[in-house]
């Protein structure tokens, strides 16, 4: 086990790479602890859960919402707990999102810390402080900005997620290489998904690139003024397509991110966009999509990053440089016209 902690504007954090479930017991106290699993992480992992308080969700997107919120509230208050409780998100991105909100709000802040189930929520989703829920197909509408107090990373967990999900989690990682990581991009450009996912070295070794490429962004920007923008490199077109089609959100970021290179080589002097979407198919994931063009641009206006007649778009200067830049909503419809 490697702890490392990371500073933040008002708090610290820290990250326990390559470690063991069973260390929980000594980060926390068991018996002022709440451990909140969703029902699948609780199916494969329920061994290891003995012995602990836990409540227990339903899984998936359309439980991040308020009426599970409440749940969990309810059940927080049956089981007595008080402002020494430690909330523990054990799961994916949902869990650990909403664990972060609902520490955030119950008697006005309980400290919490997270033990992320997926890869996604490994490299992403549990990093960074952004906890929220959605409002119907209103993702993260609603939500705070508060640090975990710890992070476990114990890699085995992932041994029971699905294919799907581990290539869900590569397009994050996939999006890091190309606004952060240059020589990152190497390394996915010589494995591919199971060369990495059965080597615990190459794997873990990942992951904990990941994990501090992401915190090294937000610590310099934590409350998304500037630089923070650029992990959303993908994410617009994405957003909109996820809504629209049965899309998973790794796949529809995927499709984000091949466009979003193409729209750099036309808008920002990149080169290399053929690069980019080969490697979004090395992992199992699409670079194109026929999608409705009017419908999509109308969702994207609606879009939170739109500020008048113009997108704060992420666009790749090289592999592994990102920059913002206001693309107007006719460049963009024009563009994705063609
Ligand atoms: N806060 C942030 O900064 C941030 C960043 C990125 C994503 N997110 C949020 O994260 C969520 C997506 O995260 P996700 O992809 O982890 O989704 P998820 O939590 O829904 O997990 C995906 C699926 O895997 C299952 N699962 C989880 N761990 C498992 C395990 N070890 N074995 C088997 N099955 C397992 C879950 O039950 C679920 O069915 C979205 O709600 C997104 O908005 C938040
Ligand atoms: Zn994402």
New binding site residues.
């Given amino acids: 086990m490697k702890k490392i902690t990371y500073k933040f504007s008002s708090a610290s954090t820290d990250y326990y790479f390559d470690a063991s479930f069973s260390a929980l017991g000594r980060l926390v106290n068991k018996k002022q602890s709440i451990l909140i699993v969703?029902?699948?992480?609780f199916f494969?992992?329920a061994a290891k859960l003995k012995g602990w308080n836990i409540i227990v969700i339903k899984?998936?997107?359309q439980h991040?919402n308020q009426d599970t919120v409440n749940d969990i509230i309810q059940n927080l208050v049956q089981l007595e707990a008080d402002r020494k409780t430690v909330l523990v998100g054990v799961?994916?991105?949902?869990?650990?999102?909403i664990t972060?909100y609902v520490a955030s709000i119950y008697m006005r802040g309980l400290t919490f810390g997270f033990v992320p189930?997926?890869l996604?929520?490994m490299v992403?989703?549990?990093?960074?402080g952004?906890?929220?829920i959605?409002l119907g197909l209103y993702?993260?509408m609603v939500g705070t900005i508060r640090q975990p107090s710890f992070l476990l990373y114990d890699y085995s967990?992932?041994k029971?997620?699905?294919e799907s999900?581990w290539i869900?989690?590569f397009a994050?990682i996939i999006k890091h290489a190309c606004i952060n990581d240059a020589a990152m991009f190497k390394i996915l450009k010589q494995n591919d998904l199971s060369s990495i996912r059965y080597s615990k070295k190459t794997l873990g070794e990942l992951i904990e690139r990941n994990a501090k490429l992401k915190t090294k962004i937000v610590q310099q920007d934590e409350f998304e003024k500037g630089n923070r923008k650029l992990l959303n490199f993908g994410h617009t077109l994405g957003h909109a397509l996820e809504n629209m089609y049965d899309l998973s959100?790794g796949q529809a970021v995927a499709i984000g991110m091949a466009y979003a290179s193409v729209l750099s080589e036309k808008l920002n002097g990149f080169h290399e966009s053929s690069r980019v979407i080969e490697l979004i198919e090395q992992y199992g994931l699409p670079a194109n999509l026929e999608f409705e063009k009017d419908e999509v641009m109308d969702v994207m206006k609606m879009d939170k990053k739109r500020e008048r007649k113009e997108i704060h778009y992420v666009l790749l200067e090289k592999i592994g440089k990102a920059v913002v830049k206001p693309v107007t909503l006719r460049q963009l419809e024009q563009f994705i016209q063609q």
């Fill in positions: 969703d029902e699948k992480v494969h992992h899984s998936g997107e991040k799961g994916g991105g949902v869990v650990t999102d972060g189930t997926t996604l929520a992403d989703a549990s990093i960074g952004k906890n929220g959605d993702k993260n967990l992932l029971s997620l699905p999900e869900n989690g994050e959100h």
